[in-house]
């Protein structure tokens, strides 16, 4: 069972990439940690570089619906690469979460609990979660509990029971 991730990993926003890599990991570690989704499996990232590109973005939607393991994709971290990569996603019938706020451009710190980041420091090399790792952490762990939830209802989560999940925790 995996998640993805879809980050600028290079260029400008390379550090955005990093920032939402770390949290995203830190949320699958933990779950695999509690025992995994549904308790019987763990869980898999996969995360693929969109350089914060519409095209690209979209490109990685296809690279990322062509593996059936990945059940849900975070990604869209400026407003083109978020609007391109989830018409995409949709149209494919991949769970595509994406943040409101433009990353891309200076965004006030939120409240950082302790737990995270005592746990992203530790992934990151010392390095303080910003906006965007909180972000990416909270969603990641709403994709991690619909899988959750769709596995009380599938014996194997499939795509369109996890997005119905997310449609309905809205």
Request: charged content about 20%; aromatic content about 8%.
């Amino acid at each position: 069972m995996k998640v993805g991730l879809s980050a600028p990993f290079e260029g400008l926003y390379r550090d955005l990439g990093y920032e939402v890599l770390h949290a995203v990991r830190l949320a699958v570690r933990q779950r695999n940690e509690a025992g995994g989704v549904g308790g019987r499996y763990l869980v898999e990232l996969v995360a693929l570089n969109d350089f914060d590109e519409a095209e690209e973005a979209v490109r990685q939607a296809r690279e990322m619906a062509v593996d059936p393991g990945i059940l849900g994709v975070l990604g869209g971290w400026s407003p083109d690469a978020a609007h391109a990569a989830a018409l995409e996603y949709d149209r494919l019938g991949l769970a595509f979460l994406a943040p409101k706020a433009d990353f891309t451009s200076p965004q006030p710190s939120p409240p950082v609990e302790a737990k995270f980041a005592a746990g992203y420091r530790a992934l990151s090399g010392g390095t303080q979660p910003g906006p965007a790792a909180v972000w990416a952490y909270a969603e990641a762990n709403r994709l991690l509990d619909a899988l959750d939830a769709a596995t009380c209802t599938e014996r194997h989560p499939m795509r369109a029971g996890v997005l119905a999940v997310l449609i309905t925790s809205r």
